[in-house]
Nanobody
Framework: QVPLVESGGGSVQAGGSLNLSCVVP????????LAWYRHAPGKDREGVAV???????GYTKSMKGRFTVSKDSAKNTLQLQMNGLKHDYTAMYYC??????????????????????WGRGTLVTICS
């Protein structure tokens, strides 16, 4: 099984935009929900966005309208479009996958312990 691999992180000025991508094996993408999490120093890992096998997406409340999660089955990729970046968004961002997971309402993503497969993360740094 090919592991999930994130990319697209980097240093971005506050207020800017960034798009993160994650390569996901096709079979995994179809049968599981996929999610983005972030982990900043001194803070707990937190959910950002989730999308299930039916294409329904959900978000942590503070991310609604600012972040957009999507997936491209043809390219076997998961994306996270981030707009209006803030300094406290600086963190390592991870993509993850889980079986037996579905989006209820408009989110939020499941607690991270519910996710089975993880990438190694991509660092996003918001600068002045």
């Amino acid at each position: 099984q090919v592991p999930l691999v994130e990319s697209g992180g980097g240093s971005v000025q506050a207020g800017g935009s960034l798009n993160l991508s994650c390569v996901v094996p096709g079979d995994i993408a179809r049968r599981t929900c996929l999610a983005w999490y972030r982990h900043a120093p001194g803070k707990d890992r937190e959910g950002v966005a989730v999308i299930d096998s039916d294409g329904k997406d959900g978000y942590t409340k503070s991310m609604k309208g600012r972040f957009t999660v999507s997936k491209d089955s043809a390219k076997n990729t998961l994306q996270l479009q981030m707009n209006g970046l803030k300094h406290d968004y600086t963190a390592m961002y991870y993509c993850a996958a889980s079986s037996g997971c579905s989006v209820v309402g408009d989110g939020p993503p499941p607690h991270y312990i519910a996710m089975q497969d993880w990438g190694r993360g991509t660092l996003v740094t918001i600068c002045s």
